[in-house]
């Protein structure tokens, strides 16, 4: 499996920008299709944002659509999610994941993907 691991999380007052990067290791990650989900205490794990493998075709939730940004450096083995206007209802653990074989055309479905980091929380106060 790919190993995936999260950085970047913290306290953050409303109105606030964060940066999360999540870096891969042990195959080969322009290959990748990656994601971002998160999950708030209670609450099940959901989509927030997905990038294909050559970084072309970005995908969104709604309700974080305008605000956050996802980006990869495949030269760097890197994903990242830039975070802006952060909201109270942002607060969550945030998990980077990656589907080593995506189809095409391709669509992020949780299910596809295979690896998953550890989470890094992400805390939002106002």
């Known amino acids: 499996q790919v190993q995936l691991v999260e950085s970047g999380g913290g306290l953050v007052q409303a109105g606030g920008s964060l940066r999360l990067s999540c870096a891969a290791s042990g195959r080969t990650f322009s290959s990748y299709a990656m994601g971002w989900f998160r999950q708030a205490p209670g609450k099940e794990r959901e989509f927030v944002a997905a990038?294909?493998?050559?970084?072309?075709?970005?995908y969104y939730a709604d309700s974080v659509k305008g605000r956050f940004t996802i980006s990869r450096d495949n030269a760097k083995n890197t994903v990242y999610l830039q975070m802006n206007s952060l909201k109270p209802e942002d607060t969550a653990v945030y998990y980077c994941?990656?589907?080593?074989?995506?189809?095409?055309?391709?669509?992020?479905?949780?299910?596809?993907?295979?690896?998953w980091g550890q989470g890094t929380q992400v805390t939002v106060s106002s």
């Open positions: 994941a990656a589907d080593s074989s995506p189809r095409f055309p391709w669509v992020p479905v949780q299910g596809d993907f295979g690896s």
């Open positions: 990038i294909n493998w050559s970084g072309g075709s970005t």
